[in-house]
């Protein structure tokens, strides 16, 4: 990460229309892995898998101190660039911390009143109705809230590693944790520097996908965050959708 945290400081010094942090690199590395493994993402609807054509990366978000959090969904973050993914990052999330987001606002408040028999139910089929069948809930919740990814950064409490499970009413294909950063003595090159290190824990639900398939994320991913400056998207393998694989098919036919 020692690249990464030299690449952010030179990006903040360059402009100030936008701070760009940590948690933005990590959400827009992991857009772009998602864009590598289009042909997987979608939704389980009935029983079955349903593909998308948009995807969506959610950002968990803790507001006064960890004591709610807050998804910022940006969808198809790959097409824009890191500083146009921070952008709409940090204008939602000054809203959800200045209580702006009503529909978040509204949809948490039954949970201060209602008792956990009836919330479980209730908050399995909006959800399912929400994020599954991408139907919107009026004064409960938007259509496109959640993304089929979440990253939630526990580096921001002072914690250094966290394994965060699946959350069955957001329905997401994954979840990835990252921890705070460190400075750690490394062998690079047959010398001890002092690196910048950090933890992140990755949780996947095998009903979407085993490991060989989400790999092109995990290498991305991966990739992005040791150089963020120097990435290059096209070097790393895809799973395009079969429609782009027809397509491509025809084109080199003709």
């Given at each position: 990460m020692t690249k990464a945290v030299k690449y952010l400081e030179e990006l903040n010094k360059e402009q100030s229309e936008t701070k760009v942090t940590m948690t933005h690199l990590m959400g827009f590395g992991l857009s772009q892995g998602l864009y590598k493994i289009r042909r997987d993402i979608g939704r389980m609807a009935f029983g079955s898998f349903k593909h998308s054509k948009k995807i969506g990366m959610t950002v968990l978000v803790d507001v006064e101190g960890g004591s709610d959090l807050v998804p910022i969904t940006i969808f198809d973050g790959h097409e824009g660039t890191l500083l146009d993914f921070a952008k709409k990052c940090n204008e939602r999330v000054m809203r959800a911390k200045n209580k702006q987001d009503k529909t978040h606002t509204q949809?948490?408040?039954?949970?201060?009143?209602?008792?956990?028999?009836?919330?479980?139910?209730?908050?399995?089929?909006?959800?399912?109705?929400?994020?599954?069948?991408?139907?919107?809930?009026?004064?409960?919740?938007?259509?496109?809230?959640?993304?089929?990814?979440?990253?939630?950064?526990?580096?921001?409490?002072?914690?250094?590693?966290?394994?965060?499970?699946?959350?069955?009413?957001?329905?997401?294909?994954?979840?990835?944790?990252?921890?705070?950063?460190?400075?750690?003595?490394?062998?690079?090159?047959?010398?001890?520097?002092?690196?910048?290190?950090?933890?992140?824990?990755?949780?996947?639900?095998?009903?979407?996908?085993?490991?060989?398939?989400?790999?092109?994320?995990?290498?991305?991913?991966?990739?992005?965050?040791?150089?963020?400056?120097?990435?290059?998207?096209?070097?790393?393998?895809?799973?395009?959708?079969?429609?782009?694989?027809?397509?491509?098919?025809?084109?080199?036919?003709?």
């Open positions: 949809s948490t408040a039954s949970a201060n009143f209602l008792p956990s028999f009836l919330i479980q139910p209730l908050l399995h089929w909006v959800s399912y109705l929400n994020v599954t069948l991408n139907l919107p809930i009026p004064g409960m919740a938007k259509k496109d809230t959640h993304g089929h990814y979440i990253l939630t950064n526990v580096g921001t409490l002072g914690m250094t590693q966290a394994f965060a499970p699946l959350c069955p009413p957001m329905h997401t294909l994954g979840l990835c944790c990252a921890g705070k950063i460190r400075k750690v003595p490394l062998m690079i090159d047959g010398k001890v520097e002092i690196q910048s290190v950090i933890n992140t824990t990755n949780t996947g639900d095998h009903r979407y996908a085993d490991a060989a398939v989400v790999l092109p994320l995990a290498n991305v991913y991966k990739s992005y965050l040791t150089n963020p400056k120097d990435f290059d998207l096209t070097a790393f393998k895809e799973n395009v959708h079969y429609k782009e694989k027809e397509a491509k098919l025809k084109e080199t036919a003709q």
